[in-house]
Structure formats: C-alpha cells, structure tokens
C-alpha cells in the first residue's frame, strides 16, 4: 500500500488561509521587481536634473565607450615556473592523503591539488575508520585560505619576529625550571602518538610542565565511565551496520556525538538486504539529524530520558526501578525490550547524556548484551579532554602559580562558560602563548600569539582508534609566516629536528619500518598489525590501574531513575552539522549551509515545541518576501542570561525542553557578516550538554535566513515514496511503489509510458544516470559542501538566502510528515467530500495532520534531475540549455541571456540565478573577492558572472575527465569511475553515479530495483536521476 | 596595446621582397663558398686528423666541454700544450684520463684530484671505445686555430653589403617603375598635343564638336533618381557588409604577434633544429595545457648552447634585414640566463631567478574549455593543425581565429581517430551503423554538444 502521507515543510503550510502560502504557490520569485520604487515618487523625479535627452545621450555615450573599449583585448601575462617540480603539471591535479584533525573533527581524506593549491577535500576510501569527510571537513579547505588569517606571531597585538618570540619563550621557560611555577600546555584532543611523545619529552626537559586537554564540547561523562570500566580514557567504539536493534537516548550519532563517523555504517545497515533492515528507536528532546533518521523518535526531555534509559537497563536484567514517565513511553521501552530480547547481541544502545551514570549504564547493558556493533577493546581517541584538570588549571591560574601558559587549538575565552575565570586567571600568568590560525577571544588576552598552520599546512599524526594510524602531511607550503606548535616545541627544547623528521623517527621506531613509511604517508593510514601497539607510544597520562569492578551499576541507575529537573525548562545544547564547535565559523561556505532540520542558515536560535511556544507567546511568521521571522526570547542558566536569542518552533521538540546550538556568536577577528547568531556557551554549565533554564519572550522579531518555505514543490505528488518494511517484505512493488496514471484515449496508463515527444535512442555511448537511495541517505549536507567545492558555488550571503537567493546547486530538502494516525489520516482523507463542511477538504488539510507533536522527517536530495524531456530547454529562447547525447541538460553560460523562462518551467525548482556579480564584488564580501579566498576555485569550472542561470551539471567536468583518460590510456570505462561530487562526498552510498549503458555496472542494477521512481513522474519529464522508496522499520513498536 | 599585424600584408611584403631577394642573390652564394672552405684549411700538423677529430670531439666531448670556455669540463682548446706547459703532462696521461678518469682519481693522481674537486666532483665519463688514434685526432682539433672569427667576419660582410643593398633595391625598383610612368603619362601628353595639331592642321573644329549642349557626367547621373536610389543603396550595402565584417573581427586577434620579453625564435628551434614541439611542451600529452616550458627545460640545452652560431651558412639575408644577427640571438640567451640565474662563469646556478613574463598569444575566454592532450594525444592532430608553421614562425603569432564558427567546421570535417583505441570500439561500431558511415566526424560523435566545452 503506497503512503499518500501529505508532506508539509513548515507548519504555516497547514493554514489554508495564509496568504504567503499561496502568494509562495503562484510565484517562483518571490519579490516583484521594485519599479515603483523609483517611478512611483513623482517629486523625486520631476526634482532630478537629469532629463530624458540626457539620459539618452549618456547611454550613447557609454554604449560608444563600450564597443570601443572592446575593440583591444587585455594582454595577458603567462608565467611558467622557472624551475617546474617534477610532480606538478600544469593542469592536472594531484591527490596526497593527509587527515583533518583540527580537535573536534578527526578524518582522513584526500586532498585535490591544483597547481599546488588545495581546491577540495574527499574521503579517503582506504581509511577502516573515520573516512567520510563531513560537511565542516569538507568546507576546511576554504578555512586554510581565510582572510583573516594571522600572517605572522604577534607580541601584544603587534608583529615581531619568530626568533624574538623563541628567545623569550626560551628565557622564560628555562626561568620556571627552578621557579616553583607550573608550565601549562593547554590543547586540543591531538589523538597523536608523536605529538604525546613529544610532549612527554617537554616535561622531561621543563619538569614542571602540566598537560591539559580540553574539548570544547566535552565527552567527559563518556570518557569517565569508560575508564572506570576499562581503565582506559577512551571512547568506545560502535559499528551500527552489524546492528539490527538501535536504541538511543538522546545520542546524536549520526552528527557529532563522541566525535561523529558513525553515519556510514549505520546507512549500510539501513538499506533493507533480503527483507531485513537494521530498527532505530531514538529517545531524545531536540529533533536531531539522528532523531529525524529513526523508524521510531520518542521526544522526550532529558530527566525522562534519564528514567527511561535506567527503566530499560532494569528491564532487561530483570529487576524492577523507580521513576515515572510520561504516558506511552513505558509501552514504547516494553517493545523495545521485547526486540532487543530478540535480537540479543545484535542490539545497541548509546546515549548523548552527559552524565556518567548514564553513560556507565549504556556501556554495561552492550557489555551484558554482548553487542556486536560495540567494541570496547580498540576504543576511539578522539576525546581527551578533562574537564577536573582544566578546572584546575584555571584556579592555579588565578592563585598565580602558572608562569607560562602555552595554548593550542583552543579558544577557551569563547568556549568556557567560566570565561570570566580564565581570563581572571590569565592576567596573572606571566607569559600567555597561544597558538591560534586566527585572531580570537584567545589571542586578545594571551602576550604573544604565535600564527599557528592551517591543518593542510601541517605534518602531524592521529591515532583515531586503536591501532588505527594516520598520517597528517602538509598538502601547501605554508602561506604565511606560521609555525605548527609541535616545531615550536622542538625549536624551545633546542632540537634542530623538524616535527616531520621526529614523526618519521616516532613511526620507523615504533610503529614500522623505513620502507612502509612511504606506502603509509600515500595511503594517508596504517593499521597495526594487532597486539604490535608499542608501550612507548601510548598517551602517557592513562591511569592503567584495574578499576572494573568498581564501578556501581545500582547505585548509578537509581541516581538516574530519580533525576528530577530544575525550575523551568530542560535546555539540551547541541553542535550543528554545520558550525560543530565553532572553530570554522569564518568559513562563509559553512555559514552559508542550511541546517539539514530548521533549513535556517547563519544564525543558531533556540527551539521550542508548538505547545510551549503558545504558551509563552512565541511566534514564527512568514513575512511579504517569503522570509521566516521568529521572535526572540531571554534564556537564563544558573543566574547567566543571553538575551535576544532568535526563537525557532520547531515540530518534535519535546514539549517541556528547548534546544541551542553552540559555536555561534564569535566577534573578536571575525569580518562583521560571519558574526551570526548568539554564543551558547555561557550556559554549558558544569560541561554538561543538559542545563535547566528559563525562558521569557523579549521584545522584537529576528530575521532569519531560511530555506524553508523557498521552492515549494507546489504541493504536487508523491514526492517522497514511503513504505514499511512488513509491505516491502510481503507485497508486490505494485502496490508500495505505485506508479501514477494518466488518462489516454479514456483509458487510465501508466504516466510513465506515455510520452509527449519522441525519444532519442540512447542507447549508444554513455547514458549517466544518479540513484538516490532515501533509506541510505541521512541528510547530512556533506554533499552540499562537495558540491559547492567542487563547482564555484558561490556565496550570496545572509540577506540574499533570505530573498531565496541561494545558490546551492544541490540542495536537501526536508519534509515532515505526521506519524501513528497515518492510517487514520489515510481514511479521512479519503473520506473528504466537498470542498467545506465537516468532512470538506478546505479545512480538512489543517486539521489531518497535528503538526506539533511529533512528526516523522523525510530527507530528499534535490539537483537537476537531467530529465530526457526537460521541460526547461524547450522554454529557452536562445537555446543556451540543451541536451547532449550522455543523458547531461547542458548549460551555456555564455549563450544565457537571463530570461529565466527555464527556472519558471522547471518542475522541481533547480535552477538558480545569479543575480548579482558574486566574484570579485566587495558586496559580497566572502572568499571570492579576495586574492586568497579565490584559490580555492576549481580552475575546470566557469566562475559564472551576473545574469546567468546556472544549475547541477552532473558534473560534466568530471565525467569528461573520465571519458578523456580512458581514451588517452586505450581502455574501456570501468564500473565506478565515472563521479560526481556528491556521489564521491557521500560515504554513505546513498548517492550512486554511473552510466546505464553499462549492463554490469551498479547503477544499471540499481535502475532495475523495484525501489527506484522518478521525481513527479506524471509529469512525463523522464529524469536521468532515481530514488529509492524509502523503507522504514515501523510496522511494530 | 595588442600589435595585430595582418598576416596577408606580411606575406605580400615576403613575396615582393623574395622576388628582390633572388635577384640579388647569386653573390652572396659565392660568399658562402668561400666561408665554408676557410674552415677546412687549418688542420694538418700535430699528428693527428683534425676534421676527424672535430667530429669526434662533436660527437663524444661537446656535451661537457667547450673548446674556449668552462662548462661542465674545462675548456680544451690546446689542452695539450697547457697540460704539458702547465703541469708537466704528457699525452699518456691524457690517454688514461680520457679513457678512465676515474681510476685515475682514485689512483691518487695530484693533477686529477684537482680537476676533480675544481668541476663540482663530477667525475669524466670513461671512454674506453676511444683508440690512442681517434685521441690524437681530437687533440689535434682542439690545436688547431679557431675559426670563430671568419663566421663573425661574414656576418659584417654580409650586413654591410647586401643587407644594405637589398633596402636599396627596392627603392631603386620604385624610382624605375615611376619614372617609367612618368614617361608614358609625358608620351600621352604629347601625343595629344601632336592629335591636336594635326586636327587644327586639318580644319576640324575640336571645341565644337565637344558640345556645349552635352550634360556633365555628374549632373546627368545626379537628374537621373533610378540611378542615384541604385547607388545609394548599393553604397548602404557594402558600407553595411564592410561594417559587419569589421565589426565581427573584433575580440579575433587572428595575426596577434606580441613583442615577448625574450625574443625566443620557433623558426630556430623547431625549424631549423627540428626539436620536437612535445619535447617543450611536454605537458600537452597529459594536460588541457600544452604549457610553456619552464626555464629548466630550457637550460636541458642551453647550458651549453651558450651562444648562437646561425646556420651553417651564416644569418640569411631576411634575418640580417631584422636584426637577427647571431649577437643578438646570443644576447637573448643571455637573457635566459639571466631569468634563471645561472653563472656562465662558474658554471652553477645562483638561486637568484626573475621568472619570465611572456604574453600569452593564444587568449581563448575562459567560457570556454580546451583540452590539448585531447587533441594532440588521442585525436593526433598536428601542432600546426590550430597553430600554422611555428616552424617558420621567427615569432610566435596567432595563426588561427580560435572562433567558435573554426572549431565547429574541423568538428564537422575531421574524422574521429579510432583506430587502436579500445575506448573508441564499441560506440564506434554502434554509431557508424547507426549513421550508416564508415568514419565518424567528430561531430556525429557528439563532439558539436554545447557542454563538451562549455561548463
């Protein structure tokens, strides 16, 4: 039975009566065309000087100018190397393997280099763990060529030399030998065997040196229990394909949660391979990305997840607990017992909750399990931070007992919540050091800022898991005068060694032996062979005492069962898959990303379910020009407030809870269109993620940039196919995967065989075709940024997304659907009669559906569908798109003279006009109208000027590029060489490319499957790219 | 800016000034003779053949030393007699160093250690293949007196005699043909004048018979409207095809021929030394950029072509005409050196490098894209195909229009070349049956599709 869900995309949808609604239907452009602006003041006009003679003759004027002016073209200078590096040909890119590990992410790519220049990172496919870039990986390269970088160290805010910079760190250090003063190293998680090593050898050398790591966004309740568990201050490991059962309380794993990387396999085994299909149970209060992927989301505010997380625990050993829940949920964890009972080790829980208790609790129901996607032996380092140790820290700092505090990787000026402590603490030190990319909150108060290398200017190392290496290698000279901290280092321990020859040395010693060291660094990772690991190269600071036995199940789940809330509301603080810990928050291409659930882009706000916004007054409004507008609201933690925080109502909030996301709200080094949102992390009390607040309204309404409402797919069809996996198992595809009819000669047919023109025969040469599959695809936004990346995307900036004027070629858009009355819905809405009246279709969409509650999410990758009968090239008056024989709607820039007819006729709203000149314009001021910022254009693709439609050209760069090299080398094309951006960028195999020509290859396969529709295939357009139905395992529970 | 020269002008200048050219060229054949023969004529003496021995010194020696001056080697012109003035060294000491030097070295030979150390210790390539004889012959070229400087002598002559005479000639060749002119209109003249008086002669009335009643041409044409609205219109037609035609030539630097900061001659590299285009442009065969050299490839030759010795015949009579003498080419070089730092002195390079900026002369806009390894590598086709004789070029000018309308016919013209090329088979196979022909056009294989170079 085929889902006839009605899909919404924002709440306001469901009024029948708002006008913006409409006004939205009937105009793809939003705005008019202001003319009466400047015709309708009479006064104005009759007032100018300028009369009609004039203007014509200045316009003959300038159109002389111009044409003579084009007469004599530029000379243009070419300048070849004098001395060409052997591995550098102009005009062919090379790839080195390198890791991004910048603290908060941690993975190994590729990086494309051009020329010598980094223009974009991919996933490192050789990589066992943690090898799918995200959307902030992939947006880093643009990060290395940031403006505002910092060009050289600098002593109070004015430049010196580095040797000045060593010689008083040097006197410094060598004073505090014999002080009594500590020297502190306050850093980032390195993760790295080398840079541990190296530190270890500074204490050696300085004595009195402290170590403290500080995750901004801290896993410190995760890491305790481990180590109280296992000895060991790691973070277990999870491999979500090899499970059938996913329950999670409040565990964002498909973003960022315990340093993220889980997504790939958790879409793997989402994909239902015979009949079977991995069920996902999420328990949170913000509708996250992974609450949006799950078959069943029970919103629920943090205390509760808490009382249920140790219901379930007592559940399924048996033993009864305390605590109340909310109607429906103990129903809800019966059945989740009942499945994990049946599934046994092939079950695992996880949870986002900060507190230890909670975290112990998860780790001993997997251990009693015996879960197989948990892996406790070979734990992930990517966390490291401690939390008691930074605490202390501070206080030294303030009783004056630190003489040198060296930072690196950090920002604790703006991540601490007890900022005002830290920097209490810093004027009393005598010598502040930080190392930092960028000037920030940091840098203001240390002495000296020493300009740290951009992670692409770096060698470095990662231990990502255990026994899992990787190798960081600097893929560009460094641009400025920088040094990496672990050089410094060296340079103040009077090593004359580079970091690269120590690491070299570290890893021939250690970890293998000189002829490997060559196959690693090209591979970008190494696995030790197991039990290889070396005692010398283990983080130095692990307690290895034996602690298993210690630690207190019972006690910890009746800590849980009876956590009570605060006053007020439950706050959960959250990373954004797009801004994560706000180290990239100059990084336009990220500001610029919507968020995958609230579609909002440069802005963090708060979120509110609907039953707490009426009650508080908050409201979201549609305005004129299609923008969202939300009004603001006074949050207060512990006696902290912020103030005018922008209000979202966001559907699936649990009522009772708010949202926040952290990493917004930077000022200090930042250009003044990235200083966007508001600073969370005054509330992140105590580092713990849940914080009781009060929430008032404040007065005024904020503007948000929202793609929300832009592009309406005009309520047409089925959009998104949805089914259950009981009726995927047992009925035909006839019945899930309905096909629309249409009326021939009175007769009812397939629409998809019935054809307005003639077909060409495509059955010669390639016929590229992309398969989407919405089961795997989790709305990640990683292909966005490749997109972008790969295709001079350019940034059009806060004000212009609001005008829907973006210019992602790729978007993702989100849609909610009501869940549980579905059959209901189904009946009623079969049952209408009429247009008004009890059972009247006028009114009966707004009542169908209960939007505030809680709504089932459905993500859909949106390009250009390439149709075989576009409708947008019969529509161009000059021809400037068209169709080539490969299957590709071409675009001519060149030929475009901006009609927009194309946009207009297209059916799922793909095309985008660029309505101002985007490069080279101070207007907009983000990375293409700086020397730096435009090396990071893909030379092979044209920077499109004003004027100009542009759209997803299937990447027909980089399939020509294929097809070029296959000729050169003599060969036939094979399977999976043909790529797309997104389809590269997507280590979650949703996104598959390839030519259906080609009978064996996966996409031909992909083409047969009984999964796959077209995109409104009533309409007869006959795109070149597919869908997969998705299938969601919800039939029980 | 842009100095567009028409190539059909030049060609008219070439053409007239060749006619020139061979009519005065018979003397300076004779010149050469004689050139040549000085040569020769130096040799005998040192037991040894120095003809023979400039070919085996050509063959084997000249790619590490020169005879006058450092290079990888030292310089050995007289070497000999140096050797045994200088160091006390007689020829078989010579011998075993030529035929091992470096056994020589490790032997502990004083003399040989210093050499050594001297030239970066780089030791000699052993020549065990060459007899005492074939050493004699060298030895005896490296005495023989140099003939430097009767080729520089030639090139005075040359430019001061028919260099001068060929500027002459063409004068001389207008003053003829406009005296010639001005006789013939001065027989006219005078023929009517004599008509004239032979009419008066004879009584006939010439002043009436002209008429006054006849109508000027002018007024004639200028009363009759059929004719002037036919004129007018014919004129407002070619002033509009003239228009168009000017109009459309704009942004088409067909012709383009920039003055480059080196004047660097395609004419002697690829004309007259026949080095292969790929071998610069190496990165044309992977590459959508064919790539200008860099300057390390310039010095794979020119570290020890150090200066410029023209044709075996000597700088031809055009050459002389530019300015192409051999100092100039060699100042050129210089210049070379120059941008990249190399010491002709000490034969090394300084580190100090002034990258050269050449202008570019092919300027496609940046809509569009081209790929060269394309073309070059699979489709074969010839350099000079889009680039026009840049083996004749002296310098490199824009041969073809690189318009939209010239790549567009070679689609639809050319051939695809599937031979041997796997990718090619089976879509070969399909199309041609499709379109019922044996050899496909670039265009039926897609290649006229708007995105194959627009994206």
């Known amino acids: 039975m085929a889902s006839n869900k009605k899909y919404w995309k924002n709440e306001v949808e469901l009024n029948p009566n708002d006008s913006i609604v409409e006004t939205l239907r009937q105009n793809e452009f939003v705005e008019e065309i202001p003319v009466d602006e400047f015709l309708g003041d009479k006064d104005n ?76 990172i991919e996933n490192n496919t050789d990589a066992k763990v943690n090898g799918g870039a995200n959307a902030r990986v992939q947006a880093s390269v643009l990060s290395l060529y940031d403006s505002t970088r910092l060009q050289g160290p600098l002593k109070d805010g004015e430049p010196v030399e580095w040797s000045a910079v060593d010689d008083e760190v040097k006197a410094k250090l060598n004073a505090l030998k014999t002080s009594g003063k500590q020297i502190a190293l306050l850093t980032q998680t390195y993760a790295s065997p080398s840079t541990a090593k190296l530190i270890a050898e500074f204490k050696e050398m300085y004595g009195v040196v402290n170590h403290v790591t500080y995750d901004a966004i801290s896993e410190e309740g995760a890491l305790s229990a481990f180590e109280a568990k296992y000895g060991e201050r790691a973070l277990a490991d999870y491999d979500f394909e090899k499970a059938e059962v996913i329950v999670s309380f409040g565990a964002d794993f498909l973003s960022d949660w315990q340093g993220g990387g889980y997504d790939s396999g958790y879409s793997k085994g989402r994909v239902p391979k015979n009949g079977k299909m991995s069920k996902h149970v999420q328990f949170e209060a913000n509708m996250s990305l992974t609450g949006a992927n799950a078959d069943k989301r029970v919103p629920l505010a943090p205390m509760f997840q808490k009382v249920a997380l140790a219901h379930l625990y007592a559940k399924l050993n048996g033993t009864g607990v305390s605590g109340d829940l909310p109607t429906g949920v103990p ?164 090593s004359d060694k580079s970091y690269y020859d120590y690491i070299k040395e570290t890893w021939s010693a250690d970890l293998l032996g000189e002829s490997e060291w060559n196959q690693a660094l090209h591979d970008g990772v190494y696995v030790a062979a197991s039990g290889a690991l070396s005692e010398e190269i283990e983080i130095t600071d692990v307690d290895e005492s034996e602690t298993s036995s210690t630690v207190d199940i019972s006690a910890a789940v009746r800590s849980l069962a009876n956590a009570t809330s605060g006053e007020g509301m439950e706050l959960t603080l959250y990373s954004k898959v797009g801004m994560g810990d706000g180290q990239q928050a100059g990084n336009p291409w990220l500001q610029e990303f919507p968020d995958p659930i609230s579609r909002v882009s440069w802005d963090n706000y708060v979120m509110v379910s609907k039953k707490d916004a009426e009650n508080l007054g908050f409201i979201n409004e549609n305005v004129a020009n299609g923008g969202l507008n939300g009004s603001y609201a006074r949050l207060t933690v512990n006696g902290i407030s912020i103030d005018n925080v922008p209000v979202i109502i966001q559907p699936g909030q649990a009522s009772g809870s708010i949202g926040m996301a952290l990493g917004y709200g930077r000022q200090v080094g930042m250009k003044s269109e990235m200083q966007t949102g508001v600073n969370a992390y005054p509330l992140y009390q105590g580092f713990n993620n849940v914080q009781s607040a009060t929430i008032e309204k404040s007065s005024g309404m904020h503007e948000f940039a929202s793609m929300q409402l832009h592009n309406t797919l005009m309520g047409r069809g089925d959009i998104i196919k949805e089914t259950s996996l009981e009726i995927f198992n047992t009925k035909n595809h006839a019945e899930w995967n309905v096909v629309p009819v249409v009326s021939l000669n009175h007769q009812e047919v397939p629409a998809t065989s019935v054809d307005l023109w003639d077909s060409f025969d495509r059955s010669i040469g390639h016929h590229f075709n992309m398969s989407i599959d919405l089961n795997a695809c989790t709305g990640c936004g990683a292909c966005v940024i490749a997109c972008g990346a790969e295709n001079n995307v350019p940034v059009v900036g806060k004000q212009e997304v609001r005008r829907s004027r973006d210019m992602h070629w790729l978007r993702i858009d989100r849609y909610y659907s009501s869940e549980d009355s579905f059959e209901e819905d189904n009946i009623k809405k079969d049952e209408f009669d009429g247009l008004s009246g009890g059972k009247g279709s006028l009114g009966g969409f707004g009542e169908l559906e209960h939007p505030a509650t809680n709504p089932q999410v459905a993500f859909q990758p949106i390009m250009c569908q390439h149709c075989n009968h576009a409708p947008c090239e019969t529509v161009c008056p000059v021809a ?70 542009e759209k997803c050209s299937m990447c027909i760069q980089k399939t020509q590029k294929s097809i070029l090299d296959a000729k050169r080398d003599g060969r036939v094309i094979k399977d999976g060489e043909f790529q797309t951006a997104c389809s590269m960028a997507c280590s979650n195999g949703a996104i598959v490319f390839g030519d259906i020509n080609d009978k064996k290859s996966e996409i031909a396969e992909l083409r047969e499957s009984d999964r796959m529709y077209h995109l409104l295939e009533h309409v007869g357009t006959k795109p070149n790219v597919f869908y997969h139905v998705k299938v969601r395992n919800s039939n029980e529970a | 800016m842009k100095k567009v020269t028409y190539r059909n002008q030049i060609s008219k200048v070439l053409g007239i000034s060749l006619v020139v050219f061979m009519l005065f060229s018979i003397s300076l054949f004779a010149q050469d003779e004689a050139a040549a023969t000085s040569d ?47 160091e006390g060294l007689d020829r078989e000491w010579l011998y075993t160093w030529i035929k091992n030097s470096s056994g020589m070295i490790k032997s502990g030979d004083a003399y040989a250690n210093k050499v050594y150390t001297e030239y970066a210790q780089a030791p000699m390539t052993a020549f065990p293949t060459l007899s005492n004889a074939d050493i004699d012959d060298i030895l005896a070229y ?32 207008l003053g003829a043909l406009a005296i010639v002119f001005g006789l013939l209109i001065m027989m006219l003249v005078l023929v009517q004048r004599t008509l004239k008086r032979i009419a008066a002669a004879n009584g006939v009335d010439l002043e009436k018979t002209k008429g006054e009643q006849r109508l000027p041409l002018w007024r004639a044409f200028a009363q009759n409207q059929f004719l002037v609205l036919v004129s007018v219109i014919f004129l407002l037609l070619a002033g509009a095809y003239f228009a168009y035609g000017w109009v459309m030539q704009i942004g088409i630097d067909q012709g383009y021929t920039p003055i480059q900061p080196i004047h660097y001659s395609h004419k002697i590299h690829a004309g007259d030394n026949k080095i292969e285009c790929k071998y610069c442009h190496s990165s044309v065969r992977v590459s959508r950029h064919s790539g200008i050299p860099s300057l390390n490839v310039c010095m794979n030759c020119h570290k020890s072509i150090y200066e410029y010795q023209g044709n075996p015949e000597g700088p031809s009579k055009e050459d002389l005409a530019n300015g192409y003498t051999n100092e100039f080419y060699t100042a050129e070089i210089k210049k070379l050196y120059k941008a990249v730092g190399w010491d002709e002195e000490d034969q090394k390079y300084t580190g100090n490098t002034q990258p050269v900026e050449w202008v570019q002369v092919h300027n496609l806009p940046d809509l569009v894209y081209f790929n060269h390894s394309q073309h070059v590598e699979v489709a074969g086709v010839e350099c000079q195909t889009c680039h026009g004789p840049v083996e004749e070029m002296e310098i490199m000018t824009q041969y073809s229009p690189l318009t939209m309308a010239w790549c567009v016919n070679c689609h639809r013209e050319t051939n695809v070349k599937v031979e041997g090329n796997e990718y090619y088979a089976k879509i070969h196979e399909e199309l041609s049956k499709k379109y019922g022909v044996d050899q496909l056009t670039v265009a039926q294989m897609g290649g006229l599709e708007c995105g194959k170079c627009h994206y």
């Open chain 1, 331 to 494: 129903e809800v964890l019966d059945a989740v017992v009942a499945e994990i009972k049946k599934n046994k080790n092939s079950a695992v829980v996880v949870t986002g909750l900060a507190d230890v208790n909670a975290q112990t609790i998860v780790l001993a129901i997997n251990e009693m399990l015996g879960s197989k996607a948990f892996d406790a032996e070979a734990p992930k380092y990517v966390r490291q931070g401690n939390i008691e140790n930074v605490n202390a820290l501070i206080s030294d700092m303030r009783a004056g007992s630190v003489g040198a505090l060296i930072m690196d990787g950090v920002n604790p000026m703006y991540t601490l919540p007890n900022a005002a402590e830290f920097a209490e603490g810093i004027e009393k030190v005598d010598l502040s050091v930080a190392f930092s990319t960028n000037w920030n909150e940091t840098t203001e108060m240390a002495n000296i800022t020493a300009a740290a290398n951009h992670n692409l200017e770096s060698w470095g190392d990662t231990e990502i898991k255990k026994g899992h290496y990787g190798l960081i290698q600097p893929t560009i000279k460094e641009l400025f005068d920088t040094r990496q901290l672990q050089n410094a280092l060296l340079q103040w321990m009077g």
């Open chain 2, 142 to 173: 490296t005495a023989a007196p140099r003939p430097a400087p009767v080729v520089a002598a030639g090139a005075q002559v040359a430019e001061g005699g028919e260099g001068k005479s060929s500027g002459i000639s063409n004068e001389m060749i």
């Open chain 1, 880 to 949: 400037a798109t068209s169709h080539g024989r490969q299957g590709q709607n071409q675009m001519a820039y060149n030929r475009c003279v901006g009609t927009r007819y194309c946009a207009n006729n297209c059916p799922y709203k793909v095309r985008r006009f660029n309505w101002f000149l985007y490069n080279n314009n101070d207007e907009f001021d983000y990375n293409m109208n700086n020397d730096l910022g435009k090396m990071v254009i893909n030379p092979d693709v044209t920077v499109r000027s004003r004027g100009v439609i």
């Open chain 1, 45 to 120: 006009l009759s007032e100018t000087n300028t009369n009609r003679r004039d203007f014509l003759k200045y316009v003959g004027f300038s159109t002389a100018a111009a044409s003579l002016a084009a007469c004599e073209g530029p000379v243009r200078k070419s300048i070849p190397y004098v001395v060409q590096p052997e591995n550098i040909i102009p005009g062919v890119a090379n790839y080195y393997a390198t890791t991004i590990a910048n603290g908060f992410d941690f993975t190994s790519v590729l990086v494309k280099t051009r020329e010598g220049r980094p223009i974009k």
């Open chain 2, 40 to 86: 020769v004529a130096v040799t005998e003496g040192f037991g040894g053949d120095a003809a023979k021995g400039k070919t085996l010194f050509n063959q084997n020696c000249a790619a590490c030393h020169s005879l006058t001056r450092k290079m990888t080697g030292p310089p050995l012109a007289n070497v000999e007699s140096r050797l045994s003035e200088d």
